[in-house]
């Protein structure tokens, strides 16, 4: 069974960093692109970041660009998310997802104040 359990969310002020992480299971983890997603309030899901089965290609949401890194470790079945210069419009839940599967997690909130 395919599970994404999101964590390390939590409230930040202006400019500072968190790091979440993205625990799969219920499938061959390396062999899957994956992306990160979010959703502010009263808006629809969005588009964050994207990396490759081996991790050696990513993409950003240009509204992140320069300020987020996506990473993952194979080994641990685990995607991260470096999130620094943190705005109040980063303010969101967010997910992460592999495309090859219909499948959200939980997610987990950032919340960033000015």
């Known amino acids: 069974q395919v599970q994404f359990v999101e964590s390390g969310g939590g409230s930040v002020q202006f400019g500072g960093s968190l790091q979440l992480s993205c625990a799969a299971s219920?499938?061959?983890?390396?062999?899957?692109?994956m992306d990160w997603y979010r959703q502010a309030p009263g808006k629809e899901r969005e588009w964050v970041a994207r990396i490759t089965g081996v991790g050696d290609f990513s993409n950003y949401a240009d509204s992140v660009k320069g300020r987020f890194t996506i990473s993952r470790d194979n080994a641990k079945n685990t995607l991260y998310l470096q999130m620094n210069s943190l705005k109040p419009d980063d303010t969101a839940v967010y997910f992460c997802r592999a495309p090859s599967y219909n499948i959200w997690g939980q997610g987990t909130q950032v919340t960033v104040s000015s």
């Open positions: 219920g499938f061959s983890f390396g062999k899957h692109i």
